[in-house]
């Protein structure tokens, strides 16, 4: 009988608060890889370093849900939104190694100058190898990272551009709308 290997998995988490153009070139890139079966989407319930969300829990994973759902390869899951809480990557990383061979965590270059603070990063470093998305104004910072590869995308999206500039153009149409009205409502309370 041959053992077979648990699937080869990358994970991209994120507070897609809301998702943009961005979110879903790296979604759409990274799917594309031979080297992975799956790519999963793990909206964070909230951000270990952050102390609020824009749009609940719940809305953000919908969106994920609409906008990643179709994409082949990949799949949204609910995983730390379903905690409760704020997840750190460790945690999330530990629970899908249960099921999967989890190979790879995606993250922005606009993630580096802090990555040395999360938690356990030299255990998630010594596990991982990281994908790292370039994106205009930041510089690839990765004298710390023990492996990793690059994707030259560029993005010049921001989530935080997006809310603080009422600029939704970057947002996909089939859930503009939705953002727009979160956030109008937001800004008029």
């Known amino acids: ?17 809301p998702p943009h153009a961005g979110h879903q070139a790296i979604v759409e890139t990274v799917a594309k890889r031979p080297d992975i079966d799956k790519l999963i989407v793990v909206p964070a319930y909230l951000n270990p370093f952050k102390t609020a969300s824009h749009a609940t829990a719940a809305q953000r994973l919908a969106w994920c849900h609409q906008l990643f759902g179709h994409i082949p390869k990949v799949e949204v899951d609910a995983y730390e939104i379903e905690q409760g809480r704020s997840v750190t ?65 560029d ?10 500039n009422g600029q939704f153009d970057d947002v996909d149409r089939s859930i503009r709308e939705s953002v727009q009205t979160l956030l109008t409502k937001e800004n008029i309370s």
């Open 155 to 164: 993005l010049p999206y921001s989530s935080t551009e997006i809310r603080d």
């Open 1 to 17: 009988m041959v053992k077979r290997s648990k699937p080869s998995v990358a994970l991209f988490g994120g507070s897609f608060d």
């Open 89 to 153: 990557t460790a945690e999330t990383l530990r629970h899908f190694q249960e099921s999967y061979d989890v190979n790879y965590l995606v993250i922005g270059a606009d993630n580096l100058s802090g990555l040395t603070r999360w938690h356990q990063f030299a255990w998630l470093n010594d596990t991982v190898t990281w994908l790292i998305v370039t994106r205009k104004g930041h510089t690839l910072q990765t004298d710390t990272l023990r492996d990793y590869e690059v994707i030259t995308l």
